[in-house]
């Protein structure tokens, strides 16, 4: 016998866990602002439906997702055999990689975009190609540029977490123009609903195009991030290459029911958009107004905003981080993703929100820096 320990494979060293949105503070919680959920929770219609079958816990689930699918389908006028369902989008992602890409492919992702992009590419060996953007927002030309004989999958966030910025309805198109035919795009649209504007959502495409996956997610906007559904559409060769790789009873009975349940619900749904659309454009305002201190609020089509302090002077993101922590209030400093001068705020109820606001300009009041 040997004294040798089991040894990771290297590309599984070069990454690194997880780092989830904190959840406890050094004062009781008073706003947990951290995880961009939603904060009015999920439709009753959605509880009552997981309660309806929690007896049902001996049996595993739909394999297939069927009533979720079809739901989805009816709504979103696509066809069911075009559509996946995962645990949680993030499931998705990471079938997309183990699908397209192994070891000497190339992935590529934007700087600032969503962390699981990075893990995803490293988890199969695959390495990772960041792409620079301009002022938070992806370009989509550096994207074209960026493209090898070596790439297998491009994943764009739309709109991005976590800077919460829209790519134009064009952009997109032209992006998907650009692309060689053995490229993998996948258009990841889990905030769509809280887009104000035009929009190109991809769905449509998704159907008929050979190389274009659109992954969407019942952790936002509908409440539902306990649950960890998400869903794609795709040509039908990539579903199927996809299912090779999915978790047999991946999607819980409980998920099932409570997205099929929520899907119903338009009038929750609209709810929760219409809030969060109003108190986003009011702390857009409210940040704006400290303006003198240097803060500034990048554009957001999401549930979240990100805020960019100044590079030096009496405030900063890791001081207004531990300042909000010291009073409850739970939000994501961006140090861990390279952007040290940056937090991000998830949209809460108008009583969070409103804390918040009074909480930053207590802050920035305090450090000498307000107008
Ligand atoms: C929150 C989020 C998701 C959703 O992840 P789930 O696994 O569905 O909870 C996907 N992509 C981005 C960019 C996100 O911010």
Not at 52 to 64: F, M, S, T
Not at 187 to 211: I, K, W
Not at 314 to 332: F, K, T
Request: glycine fraction near 8%.
């Amino acid at each position: 016998m040997t004294s040798a320990a089991p040894q990771m494979k290297p590309w599984i060293e070069a990454m690194h866990a997880y780092v989830p949105g904190k959840s406890s503070a050094g004062a009781p919680v008073v706003a947990k602002l951290s995880s961009n959920e939603n904060p009015w929770g999920p439709s009753p219609m959605a509880v009552a439906a997981m309660q309806a079958v929690l007896a049902d816990g001996h049996r595993y689930p739909d394999p297939a997702s069927t009533a979720l699918r079809e739901a989805l389908g009816r709504k979103y006028g696509v066809k069911p055999e075009h559509i996946i369902c995962g645990t949680g989008s993030d499931e998705i992602l990471h079938m997309i990689a183990s699908s397209f890409a192994g070891p000497g492919d190339e992935i590529i992702h934007v700087r600032h975009g969503f962390a699981v992009y990075e893990g995803a590419t490293r988890r199969v060996g695959a390495t990772p190609v960041v792409v620079p953007d301009v002022d938070y927002t992806g370009d989509i030309d550096a994207i074209l540029r960026a493209i090898t004989p070596a790439t297998r999958v491009i994943y764009v966030a739309n709109p991005n977490n976590p800077t919460g910025t829209l790519l134009p309805a064009a952009d997109v198109r032209r992006l998907i123009a650009g692309l060689p035919s053995d490229v993998v795009l996948v258009l990841d649209c889990a905030y769509a609903e809280f887009v104000d504007g035009e929009y190109e959502d991809g769905l449509a495409l998704a159907q008929t195009l050979p190389n274009l996956i659109v992954t969407r997610t019942f952790s936002k906007i509908h409440g539902l991030a306990a649950q960890r559904v998400g869903w794609a559409v795709a040509a039908l060769p990539l579903i199927a290459a996809m299912e090779r790789v999915r978790g047999p009873f991946n999607v819980t009975t409980t998920g099932q029911a409570a997205a099929v349940a929520s899907l119903g619900d338009d009038a929750h749904l609209a709810m929760v958009r219409r809030e969060t659309i109003r108190l986003r454009g009011w702390l857009e305002g409210e940040i704006a107004a400290l303006g003198n201190a240097g803060l500034r609020a990048i554009p957001s089509a999401c549930n979240f905003i990100l805020i960019e302090f100044p590079e030096s002077g009496p405030v900063s993101a890791a001081d207004c981080n531990q300042y909000l922590l010291d009073h409850g209030i739970i939000c994501r400093y961006l140090a861990v993703q390279n952007m040290p001068r940056c937090l991000r705020i998830s949209i809460g109820t108008e009583t969070e929100t409103r804390t918040v606001a009074a909480a930053l300009r207590d802050y920035v009041e305090g450090a000498g820096a307000s107008a």
